[in-house]
C-alpha cells in the first residue's frame, strides 16, 4: 500500500477549501492546504465582507437624511473614505488569522506557496514535492477585464477596496449583481456615479419584475443609468482623468472606471493540463455531483467549477466531499432553491425560480405582486418603494418562486428560503400569522392574483 503524505491536500484557501480542510481534518484525515493570497479566499478579502461593510457605510447618507422626519438635527457631515478603508482592513486581517487559527486547531498544516499539480497524487508547492491520496481544487475565481484600447486604465472590484483616493466620479461598467453593488456604494458614498451596461437591462437571470422594480429605485438614487453602452476605449487625460468613449459615440469623463463584467475560474499555474483535467471553454474544471474531476482522486469546488458562484454554496460543497471521502458520506448537494441576495440598495432577496422560468416548466401560475412604501419612510419622506412577489404552481399550490426588493430582504428572504425546501404552499403562507409591523408580513398578506 502506497504510504502518502497527506491524506488529502488542498490547494486554495478560500470558504471551499478552508471548510474542506478542517471538517476532513475533523474525520481523521492528514489534511494539508496551500494558498499564495490572504487566508480566507475572494469572500473574507475582496468579495461578501468588506463589500457589504462599504455597504453599510453608503446607507449612513440616507439615514442622515432620514433622520428628520424623526426628529433629528444632524449637523454637517463628512465623509473620511481612509478610515472606511482601513477600519475595513483591520477587520479583514483579523478574520484572516481566525481562518489561520482555526486551520491550525484542526491539525491542517498551512503552506503558504503556490501549489502545482503534477501529477494524479503528487503536488509541487514552495519547492517541495507532496503526494496525497486525493487532491482538492479549491482557487475560486477573479475577475475578468477584457481587452480592448485602454482596458489597462480599468480597475476591478478587488483594487476598488484599497484605493489611495476616493474618486469624485466614478464610471462602474457591468450588468451583473457585483456592477449593480459597486454603483451604489459609490454614489452613496458621495461619488458621482455612472452605471454603463451593454445590454437592455441589468441583472439578467433575475425576476424580470426584481429587474425592472429595483431599475426605477436605482435611478432615484441619482445613478446614472446607461443601457445599450458598449466602451470603445478609455484614454488617460493630463490631469489624471479618463476619458471613456462607448461604441455609439458618447462619451463622459471621469476619475475611476471599474469594470464589473464577470469573473473567470482561477486556474492559472495549477497545473491542470499536465494531467488532462477536463475544463469548459470558460477554464472553469468539469466535476460530477460528487466534485470528482476527469482524473480519478483530483476533485474541485467552489468557484473553479463555475456552477453556482456563492460562498454558502462552496461551503456545502466541502461538507459533502469531506463526509464522502473521511466519514462514510455519500450525499450529494441539492442546488433547487438557493436563497440569495444582491446588497444594491434597497436589496434584493430572492429564491426559488424567476417568472419567466416558471412559466417554462408549470402549466398554470398564479402570481401575487405588492408594491408598497415602507413604514418607516412615511415619516423619511424618501420616494422609495418595496417590491414583493410570490410565483404559485396553481395546480399544487406549491409556492415556487419568491422575490423581494426592499430593506434587508436578504434577511427575510432566508426565513423563506427554508419554507421553500419545506415544499410550502401558498396556503401555508395564508395559514403563517404575521409579524406587526414588518414589511415582511406582506408576504402572508397577499391575496390577490396579478391580472
Not at 438 to 443: H, K, L, M, V
Request: aromatic share 10%; net charge negative.
Amino acid at each position: 500500500m502506497t504510504e502518502y503524505d497527506y491524506d488529502l491536500f488542498v490547494i486554495g484557501a478560500g470558504s471551499g477549501g478552508v471548510r474542506a480542510s478542517r471538517f476532513s481534518a475533523k474525520y481523521g484525515a492528514r489534511v494539508a492546504v496551500a494558498e499564495n493570497g490572504p487566508w480566507g479566499g475572494t469572500c473574507v478579502n475582496v468579495g461578501c465582507v468588506p463589500k457589504k461593510l462599504f455597504v453599510y457605510g453608503a446607507h449612513f447618507s440616507e439615514e442622515f437624511s432620514d433622520a428628520s422626519g424623526f426628529g433629528w438635527t444632524v449637523g454637517d457631515q463628512h465623509f473620511d473614505w481612509p478610515r472606511l478603508r482601513d477600519n475595513k482592513t483591520r477587520e479583514i486581517e483579523r478574520l484572516n488569522g481566525i481562518y489561520i487559527d482555526t486551520l491550525k486547531k484542526a491539525g491542517v498544516d498551512l503552506i503558504e506557496a503556490t501549489a502545482t499539480i503534477t501529477g494524479p497524487n503528487t503536488v509541487q508547492a514552495g519547492g517541495k514535492e507532496y503526494n496525497a491520496r486525493y487532491i482538492l481544487i479549491s482557487t475560486g475565481g477573479k475577475p475578468h477585464v477584457p481587452e480592448f484600447p485602454g482596458y489597462e486604465f480599468a480597475i476591478t472590484s478587488n483594487e476598488a477596496f484599497y484605493l489611495e483616493e476616493f474618486p469624485r466620479r466614478v464610471l462602474v461598467v457591468g450588468g451583473g449583481y457585483i456592477a449593480v453593488e459597486f454603483a451604489g456604494i459609490f454614489q452613496g458614498l458621495g461619488a458621482s456615479t455612472t452605471l454603463a451596461y451593454r445590454g437592455p437591462l441589468f441583472l439578467r437571470g433575475f425576476d424580470i419584475g426584481v429587474r425592472e422594480f429595483i431599475r426605477a429605485e436605482i435611478a432615484k438614487k441619482h445613478i446614472d443609468l446607461r443601457f445599450n453602452h458598449d466602451v470603445k476605449k478609455i484614454g488617460k487625460n493630463a490631469n489624471g482623468s479618463f476619458n471613456v468613449e462607448f461604441m455609439s459615440g458618447d462619451t463622459i469623463e471621469t476619475d475611476l472606471v471599474m469594470y464589473a463584467t464577470g469573473r473567470v475560474p482561477n486556474t492559472k499555474d495549477l497545473g491542470i493540463k499536465s494531467v488532462n483535467i477536463e475544463t469548459k471553454p470558460n477554464g472553469a474544471i468539469v466535476v460530477n455531483d460528487r466534485y470528482e474531476t476527469s482524473v480519478p482522486g483530483i476533485f474541485a469546488i467552489g468557484d473553479v467549477t463555475d456552477r453556482i458562484q456563492l460562498t454558502p454554496v462552496a461551503l456545502a460543497e466541502a461538507m459533502c466531499l469531506a463526509k464522502n471521502l473521511f466519514d462514510n458520506g455519500n450525499s450529494t448537494l441539492d442546488y433547487a432553491d438557493i436563497p440569495t441576495a444582491v446588497f444594491c440598495q434597497p436589496n434584493i432577496g430572492t429564491v426559488g425560480y424567476s417568472e419567466d422560468e416558471a412559466s417554462q416548466k408549470y402549466e398554470n401560475l398564479e402570481i401575487y405582486e405588492s408594491r408598497f412604501k415602507a413604514m418607516k419612510h412615511t415619516l423619511s419622506g424618501r420616494d422609495e418603494q418595496t417590491f414583493m412577489k410570490l410565483i404559485v404552481d396553481a395546480n399544487t399550490d406549491k409556492v415556487v418562486g419568491v422575490h423581494m426588493v426592499g430593506p434587508d430582504a436578504g434577511e427575510i428572504m432566508q426565513g423563506i428560503g427554508i419554507a421553500m425546501k419545506c415544499g410550502a404552499t401558498k396556503a401555508d403562507f395564508d395559514n403563517t400569522i404575521g409579524i406587526h409591523p414588518t414589511s415582511a408580513e406582506e408576504f402572508v398578506s397577499m391575496r390577490e392574483v396579478r391580472q
